[in-house]
C-alpha cells in the first residue's frame, strides 16, 4: 500500500471527513548519481560556509528570511507549525464549482484521497453529492508547511484531489508574445483548411491514455540494460538513508452535523446552469 503523505479531514460545513493523501503518480523518470571517473566514487553535495569556506553540520543549518538585503531574521520549525494550525490538518472546502470552468492551466499534481477508518460513509457522501451535481470541490491544503489551492473531484469510485496553481502562478496571454502580429491573419486557404480538418477526422480516436509509451524512457533503461547484461557495471559504496517520520493527529467524524450545515448555509445565487453533459474527468 501506498504511503500516506498528508493525514487530516475535509472540511464540508460542520461536517468532517477524515482522510489520507496518497500521490497517484508514478516517477518513472532516469535518476543518475554523479561518480568520481577516477575511482568510481561517489560525488556529495557539501553545505559549504560562504564565510569560512567550510562544510557546516545540519543541525547548525537555520531556515531565515531575507526582508531586505543583507538583513536576514531567522524562522525556526515551531514558527512554521505556529502559522495556523488548523490549516495543516484540514481541507476546508471554500466552493463548489463546474469541472469545465476550471482553467487546464492550473493543474499541478494529482492525489487520491482515501477514508480512514470510520469515516467511509461521509466520504462516499461527497463523493456521490458531486458527482450527481457535477461539480468539483475548491478548498486550500498546507503541505509540507506550503499551502495550496486544491480542487476536489469524483472519479470511479473515489475522491481524487488535484492541486492547482494559484491565478498569479500562471502567465497571462499578455504576458507571453505567443505570435507576431503578422500571424494573426489568416495565411492559409480554405481549401488547405478543409484539408487540415480531413485529416483531423482521419486521425480521431478513443481516448486511451495507456496506449501512449515513454518511447525515450524505455530506450534509455535498454541502453542501461545492455551495459549491466555486457559486465560494464561498478560496484559504488551505498550510503545510509535517515527517514523522518511526520507525526499526524486522526480527526473525529462529525456526519450529524450534515443537516445543521445544510440549515446555516444559505444556497447562493446560481450563476450558471448545470451542465447536462457529464464531465469527463469526473466521473462516479
Known amino acids: 500500500m501506498a504511503a500516506s503523505i498528508w493525514k487530516g479531514s475535509i472540511s464540508f460545513g460542520l461536517l468532517n471527513i477524515p482522510v489520507s493523501l496518497q500521490s497517484a503518480q508514478m516517477d518513472k523518470d532516469?535518476?543518475?548519481?554523479?561518480?568520481?571517473?577516477?575511482?568510481?566514487?561517489?560525488?556529495?553535495?557539501?553545505?559549504?560556509?560562504?564565510?569560512?569556506?567550510?562544510?557546516?553540520?545540519?543541525?547548525?543549518?537555520?531556515?531565515?528570511?531575507?526582508?531586505?538585503?543583507?538583513?536576514?531574521?531567522?524562522?525556526?520549525?515551531?514558527?512554521?507549525?505556529?502559522?495556523?494550525?488548523?490549516?495543516?490538518?484540514?481541507?476546508?472546502?471554500?466552493?463548489?464549482?463546474?469541472?469545465?470552468?476550471?482553467?487546464?492551466?492550473?493543474?499541478?499534481?494529482?492525489?487520491?484521497?482515501?477514508?480512514?477508518?470510520?469515516?467511509?460513509?461521509?466520504?462516499?457522501?461527497?463523493?456521490?453529492?458531486?458527482?450527481?451535481?457535477?461539480?468539483?470541490?475548491?478548498?486550500?491544503?498546507?503541505?509540507?508547511?506550503?499551502?495550496?489551492?486544491?480542487?476536489?473531484?469524483?472519479?470511479?469510485?473515489?475522491?481524487?484531489?488535484?492541486?492547482?496553481?494559484?491565478?498569479?502562478?500562471?502567465?497571462?496571454?499578455?504576458?507571453v508574445q505567443l505570435m507576431t502580429a503578422s500571424a494573426k491573419k489568416t495565411p492559409y486557404t480554405q481549401k488547405e483548411l478543409k484539408m487540415a480538418e480531413d485529416l483531423i477526422d482521419g486521425m480521431t480516436s478513443d481516448w486511451k491514455p495507456e496506449q501512449y509509451k515513454d518511447t525515450y524512457y524505455n530506450d534509455i533503461m535498454k541502453a542501461i540494460q545492455n551495459k549491466v547484461k555486457q559486465g560494464k557495471g561498478y560496484r559504488v559504496a551505498e550510503p545510509k538513508k535517515e527517514e523522518k517520520i511526520v507525526p499526524t493527529d486522526n480527526v473525529i467524524d462529525l456526519m450529524p452535523l450534515l443537516k445543521k450545515s445544510l440549515e446555516t448555509h444559505r444556497p447562493r445565487t446560481a450563476k450558471k446552469k448545470v451542465s447536462s453533459r457529464p464531465s469527463r474527468r469526473a466521473g462516479a
Open 30 to 175: 532516469v535518476h543518475f548519481s554523479l561518480l568520481d571517473k577516477k575511482d568510481m566514487s561517489r560525488i556529495r553535495y557539501q553545505k559549504i560556509s560562504a564565510k569560512t569556506g567550510e562544510e557546516v553540520p545540519s543541525d547548525r543549518i537555520v531556515k531565515a528570511y531575507q526582508y531586505e538585503p543583507g538583513r536576514f531574521v531567522m524562522v525556526t520549525e515551531a514558527d512554521l507549525k505556529k502559522a495556523n494550525v488548523k490549516a495543516t490538518q484540514t481541507i476546508d472546502i471554500e466552493d463548489f464549482v463546474l469541472l469545465e470552468d476550471v482553467d487546464p492551466l492550473l493543474f499541478d499534481r494529482p492525489y487520491y484521497l482515501v477514508p480512514q477508518k470510520g469515516a467511509e460513509k461521509g466520504y462516499y457522501l461527497l463523493r456521490d453529492a458531486l458527482a450527481e451535481t457535477q461539480k468539483v470541490a475548491i478548498g486550500k491544503i498546507v503541505i509540507r508547511v506550503k499551502q495550496h489551492l486544491a480542487m476536489i473531484m469524483a472519479r470511479r469510485g473515489h475522491l481524487v484531489l488535484e492541486l492547482l496553481r494559484f491565478a498569479h502562478q500562471v502567465k497571462s496571454e499578455k504576458q
